[in-house]
């Protein structure tokens, strides 16, 4: 028996899909292209890569240089 998948939307940039569910690409990450997927038994998420140092990547980032830390500012120790 086959099965069709007529309405298959690619995940947008900040986003990638698991399983055929679209999630958002967690913090410290970014997506910046369509179509990111993650395999079934891969437990991290499969985006295009971290952020970019002296920067911070929200929830749903699409570039490595989303946000810059401010002046005097840590991602590790204090996140924007």
Do not use: K
Not at 33 to 61: M, N
């Amino acid at each position: 028996l086959l099965t069709c998948r007529c309405a298959v939307q690619l995940a947008e940039p900040g986003n990638y899909a698991q399983g055929g569910v679209r999630r958002l690409c967690p913090a410290g990450s970014f997506g910046d292209a369509y179509g990111l997927e993650q395999p079934e038994t891969l437990a991290v998420a499969r985006c295009s890569g971290l952020c970019a140092a002296g920067h911070w990547c929200a929830e749903g980032s699409t570039s490595a240089t989303q946000r810059p830390c401010p002046a005097g500012r840590s991602v590790l120790l204090d996140p924007p």
